[in-house]
T-cell receptor
Framework: QQQVKQSPQSLIVQKGGISIINCAYE??????FPWYQQFPGKGPALLIA?????SEKKEGRFTISFNKSAKQFSLHIMDSQPGDSATYFC????????FGKGTRLHILP | NAGVMQNPRHLVRRRGQEARLRCSPM?????VYWYRQLPEEGLKFMVY????????ESGMPKERFSAEFPKEGPSILRIQQVVRGDSAAYFC????????????FGQGTRLTVV
């Protein structure tokens, strides 16, 4: 049973465009929704996170939109850059972090 | 403040040998989590430990795998009698409190079973 569903599996975006990654969850006990960025050969690094009592959080070019009633949340990367090319994981946490399967993002120069 | 330290970074074992993976959490962190990542897949939760206690091992295979987090020293993930299917990247994360705050990940140990 996959508790956090992530889409798309891979994404190609032109430089300067908006990258959008979507996630959905079932467990209403989740109380924290982080996004992680992972480069090849490296560990995941926390990018941005949101709690379910907030509908949107923005940090620089990264924005999380959260829809509690739909149990969905998404990551928007504005003005996408080649350096953003990485694998992105959404996650949800009760007492441990449950990861989505990841989205491989490639930004075309 | 050093980050989460994992060693070794790369480990090669022959089938049937034992693999010991170490994780030193960030200073002040007493909660440790182990994850396994297969190629082209997400991270799968294995076990959650506090000092001297296993809190949740629901993701650990029933046989050959064990984990500990002693009062002194790093957390250890032990895999006995390794098989080819154990080849993966194993990541450790730590946090200061459970269910709150940020969990920080180490660089991982890449285990290859030959």
């Amino acid at each position: 049973q996959q508790q956090v569903k992530q889409s798309p599996q891979s994404l190609i975006v032109q430089k300067g465009g908006i990258s959008i990654i979507n996630c959905a969850y079932e467990n209403t006990a989740f109380d924290y929704f982080p996004w992680y960025q992972q480069f090849p050969g490296k560990g995941p690094a926390l990018l941005i996170a949101i709690r379910p009592d907030v509908s949107e959080k923005k940090e620089g070019r990264f924005t999380i939109s959260f829809n509690k009633s739909a149990k969905q949340f998404s990551l928007h990367i504005m003005d996408s850059q080649p350096g953003d090319s990485a694998t992105y994981f959404c996650a949800a946490r009760d007492d441990k972090i449950i990861f989505g399967k990841g989205t491989r993002l490639h930004i075309l120069p | 403040n050093a980050g989460v330290m994992q060693n070794p970074r790369h480990l090669v074992r022959r089938r049937g040998q034992e693999a010991r993976l170490r994780c030193s959490p960030m200073k002040g962190h007493s909660h440790v989590y182990w994850y396994r990542q297969l190629p082209e897949e997400g991270l799968k939760f294995m076990v959650y430990l506090q000092k001297e206690n296993i809190i949740d091992e629901s993701g650990m295979p029933k046989e050959r795998f064990s984990a500990e987090f002693p009062k002194e020293g790093p957390s250890i993930l032990r895999i006995q009698q390794v098989v080819r299917g154990d080849s993966a990247a194993y990541f450790c994360a730590s946090s200061a409190t459970p269910g709150q705050g940020r969990a920080f990940f180490g660089q991982g140990t890449r285990l290859t079973v030959v």
